[in-house]
């Protein structure tokens, strides 16, 4: 293992150094450019810029094209501009409009619990920024406020609230299949972190399997790859694989490892985790996923492993998907934080984690309620959505917090692609019994309880 973070490593320090290598070589002049002799001396000179030229590429690897000369000057005298120390701070961010971009998505809930009150909650407002630096270079990042940000009130108390990076990188394309990315980064563990938008998402709630043992959103800071190779005959492969910080010891039954999620500040060891996947798309409409995690979560080298399949199937108007998830955890103890920390509660580490769902969503129309809409709406159509999951954050016992078997009944309207009124209604039976909770077992419907969520998603 340790082996393979000093190659990764290597490669991640390695990937500049040839990409700024390769740039050099693009931009020295032809040798025979002006000459008497040259084919091109009668000629205007071709404006022509980069061309990558790494072994076994050739020019169908779908980059870019160049940015021709008076186009590389502007972009070259933009940011000489924006480095001007005469010029003002509102001067610098006009400059940035031509290659900057803002979107994001919002989700608003409403929720009716069979025990307790019925709650409006401001689930999430997310803004996207991307930003094309040069053409082989850009930034992304995912500014989320959850539930509205600061001040939050729980238990009657007003508290902080959240205000997160869930992503921010910034990418080096070296190659299509090769692409040097880093900072905070989605952990690539199962398809649903990465795919995680709420109006991308069929069901107002997550998986509870991808919320506890894959803690969705789970993003974590660190450096690696990520690409895809064209197979021909309509098949592809794409990758990811990165070093990051990791988990850490804060791994309890109920949460998972949704505590343990790693800083972005600091580390509690000096062992970096190293996640990936890899996914197979034999079909346009079908995608086959592979993720695998390794790392310590402490300073004695206990490990977690974690493996995880997912699997996404289109036909026709019918979406099949699913993921199934297992973590292996080394004998420990919550510890090993400084002296006088709260997290240091010395409980027994969960030793094996395991959960899945599968979920099936269908499209429809109902063509007079369609025709009677305003004409913008008329493409619409509604989805209904069933999915089956179970979740058991700790194998070895059957608890009331880290057992559960969930049902969902869902009924969308999409009169937009990007605008979602979403219509759920789950029933849920955990392990307060003593008995591993199945839908197939004993009276699954009366030991449950019911929770409606009503939610509104769109994209801007």
Known sequence: ?????????????????????????????????????????????????????????????????????????????????????????????????????????GEHDF?????????????????FIYSQISERISTATEVEFEWA???????????????????????????????FRAGVILVPVGSYNLR?????????????????????TWFESGVGFLGEFDLGAGMKLNYELYAINGLDARITDGLG???????????????KAIVGRVAFLPLLNLELGLSGYTGAYDQLNNRVNMVNGDVFWRVGPLDLHGE???????EGFVQGFPDGSPANTRDRVPEGMFGYYAQADY?????????????????????????YEEKDTDTDFVTAEGDAARLTLGLNFRPLPPYVIKNAFYFQENGAGGDQPHLWDGDFFGDSSWTYIGSVAYLF
């Open 196 to 216: 995680h938008d709420a109006p991308a998402q069929e069901l107002p709630d997550r998986p509870i399997a991808y919320t506890t043992i894959v803690p969705s």
């Open 111 to 127: 929720v009716v619990p069979e025990e307790g009150v019925s709650t409006f909650r401001n689930h999430r407002y997310v803004v």
């Open 1 to 105: 293992m340790l082996r393979s973070i000093h190659i990764l490593l290597a490669l991640a320090l390695l990937a500049p150094a040839a990409a700024f290598a390769q740039q050099e070589e693009e931009e020295a002049p032809p040798p025979d450019a002006g000459t008497e002799g040259g084919a091109a001396s009668d000629q205007a000179p071709e404006e022509s810029g980069p061309a990558l030229e790494l072994e076994g590429l050739d020019t169908s690897s779908g980059l870019q094209p160049s940015l021709p000369g008076p186009a590389r000057r502007a972009e070259v005298e933009n940011f000489e501009y924006r480095l001007d120390p005469g010029t003002t701070l509102g001067e610098r961010a006009a400059a940035i409009l031509d290659r900057t971009t803002i979107g994001g998505y």
């Open 149 to 179: 940000g600061s001040p939050l009130k729980r238990d009657g108390v007003l508290t902080f609230g959240e205000v997160l990076l869930e992503f921010s990188v910034v990418d080096l394309e070296i190659a299509e299949w090769l692409v």
């Open 363 to 387: 499209r429809f129309r109902i063509e007079p309620f369609f025709r009677a809409l305003p004409d913008e709406w008329t493409e619409g159509h509604f989805t209904a959505s069933l999915r």
């Open 257 to 271: 490892f949704r505590g343990a999620r790693g800083s972005n500040l600091e580390d509690n060891n000096d062992d």
């Open 324 to 330: 199934v998830v297992y973590a292996a955890v080394d």
